[in-house]
């Protein structure tokens, strides 16, 4: 039994809504940096230099970007409002190394949102490479696992960024879709299906969960806010919330659902794919784009070892009144902003 009744649910934001063929030119998704904006990104980095030693005291007041913030305004309005995904490049890694790429990209970060913890650690400035985590380890989260493949999913905060400073061997090509589309179309053609997913599903908290508090958290794929839609969805942690017994057990109803979901997000005709090259960046809406990766290899006695620089970040596009309750600034995992570290 859903909480909301079928006919009450409607494709939202349709704007916002595109297929693979609508975003073929890349062109029109990735913000170029010229060599006067990569003149002014170093000068931005020596100046935040100048003001402190710790990059995560970098405010973008400390990073500034007189002709480039404007254009990142942009991008940013575009993720919330637009087609959700976009990319900026190029950085010169080799010239920079990766400090000081890292330092610009977390600066670059700073005029898109504000820094949103990724973990119980605090992590603000994380990293994405293999950390020794199996895939089938039930405290692993995705941005430890090496090699391995990443299905579709969300994370924890308005927009996820990635650095590339290295592309390893060979794969981990980076694939968003369009969920936002998945869910208007589910909502067209079988709405009972859709409400299902908007009651609360059981997430595994992958062992990061508040001192003595539950090992899973409650949230629906589907939230409606107004006219906006926010999704949030891991299949593979909602399936892993089924290890604990005190779990809600899933129904086949919520299965069947989530099954049909799944056919809309992985339909080829729904997916753009791009290999990140270093010194790229790619941003993502994760209320409206799911992102995943594909299999990769690394080499690591000849030092090729993919490794991605990653920004959970809350954006001013969105102000509290577009917003539902738990996706507020200070929501349910607040014990995870205890600390504020790099990774």
Same mark, same amino acid.
């Given at each position: 039994?859903?909480?909301?009744? @079928?006919?009450?649910?409607e494709?939202?934001?349709?704007?916002? $809504?595109w297929?693979?063929?609508?975003v073929a030119d890349?062109s029109?998704?990735?913000?170029?940096?010229?060599?006067d904006?990569l003149?002014? /990104?170093?000068?931005?980095?020596?100046?935040?230099?100048? %003001?402190?030693d710790?990059?995560?005291d %970098?405010t973008?007041?400390d990073?500034?970007?007189?002709?480039?913030a404007?254009?990142l305004?942009e991008f940013?309005? #575009?993720?919330i409002?637009?087609? #959700?995904?976009?990319? !900026?490049?190029?950085?010169d890694?080799?010239r920079?190394?990766?400090?000081d790429?890292?330092?610009i990209?977390w #600066?670059?970060g700073?005029?898109v949102?504000?820094?949103w913890p990724?973990n119980?650690?605090?992590h603000l400035l994380?990293? %994405?490479?293999?950390q &020794?985590?199996? +895939?089938?380890?039930?405290?692993?989260r995705?941005?430890? !696992?090496?090699g391995a +493949?990443?299905t579709?999913?969300s994370?924890g @905060?308005?927009l996820?960024?990635?650095?590339?400073?290295?592309? #390893?061997v @060979?794969?981990?090509?980076s /694939?968003?879709?369009?969920?936002?589309?998945?869910?208007?179309?589910?909502?067209?053609t079988?709405?009972?299906l859709?409400? %299902?997913?908007y009651d609360?599903?059981?997430?595994?908290?992958?062992?990061?969960? *508040?001192? &003595?508090?539950?090992?899973?958290y409650?949230?629906?794929?589907?939230?409606r806010?107004?006219?906006?839609?926010?999704?949030?969805?891991i *299949?593979?942690?909602?399936?892993?919330s =089924?290890r604990?017994a005190?779990?809600?057990?899933?129904t $086949?109803?919520?299965?069947?659902a989530?099954d049909a979901?799944?056919?809309l !997000?992985?339909d080829?005709a729904n997916?753009v794919e791009?290999?990140? =090259?270093?010194g790229?960046?790619?941003?993502v809406?994760?209320y409206?784009?799911l992102? &995943?990766r *594909?299999?990769?290899?690394?080499?690591?006695g000849?030092g090729r070892?993919r490794?991605l620089?990653r /920004?959970?970040?809350?954006?001013d596009v969105?102000?509290?009144d577009d917003?539902?309750?738990r996706?507020q *600034?200070i929501?349910?995992?607040?014990?995870?902003?205890?600390?504020?570290?790099?990774?």
């Amino acid at each position: 039994m859903t909480t909301i009744e @079928s006919s009450t649910v409607e494709p939202l934001e349709p704007d916002a $809504e595109w297929r693979a063929a609508d975003v073929a030119d890349a062109s029109a998704w990735t913000l170029h940096l010229s060599d006067d904006h990569l003149d002014e /990104l170093d000068a931005a980095l020596a100046h935040a230099r100048s %003001v402190t030693d710790d990059v995560l005291d %970098v405010t973008a007041a400390d990073f500034p970007l007189p002709t480039l913030a404007p254009l990142l305004h942009e991008f940013a309005d #575009g993720l919330i409002n637009g087609r #959700g995904f976009g990319r !900026i490049g190029t950085l010169d890694i080799d010239r920079l190394g990766a400090e000081d790429a890292s330092w610009i990209y977390w #600066g670059v970060g700073m005029h898109v949102g504000d820094p949103w913890p990724q973990n119980a650690k605090g992590h603000l400035l994380g990293d %994405v490479r293999d950390q &020794g985590k199996a +895939p089938d380890d039930p405290t692993a989260r995705g941005n430890e !696992i090496g090699g391995a +493949p990443l299905t579709f999913h969300s994370d924890g @905060s308005d927009l996820v960024g990635l650095l590339c400073l290295d592309a #390893g061997v @060979s794969g981990g090509e980076s /694939l968003v879709a369009n969920a936002l589309w998945a869910h208007n179309e589910l909502a067209r053609t079988r709405p009972d299906l859709a409400a %299902v997913l908007y009651d609360p599903l059981p997430y595994d908290f992958r062992g990061e969960q *508040r001192e &003595g508090g539950k090992p899973y958290y409650l949230v629906p794929t589907f939230t409606r806010h107004g006219d906006r839609l926010f999704i949030r969805y891991i *299949r593979p942690f909602i399936d892993a919330s =089924q290890r604990h017994a005190e779990a809600p057990r899933l129904t $086949e109803l919520q299965r069947e659902a989530m099954d049909a979901y799944d056919e809309l !997000i992985t339909d080829p005709a729904n997916r753009v794919e791009m290999l990140l =090259q270093p010194g790229e960046m790619q941003f993502v809406n994760n209320y409206h784009v799911l992102h &995943g990766r *594909r299999r990769y290899t690394d080499d690591p006695g000849h030092g090729r070892v993919r490794w991605l620089k990653r /920004l959970w970040l809350a954006t001013d596009v969105l102000g509290p009144d577009d917003r539902p309750a738990r996706y507020q *600034r200070i929501g349910a995992m607040t014990h995870w902003g205890a600390k504020r570290t790099r990774a």
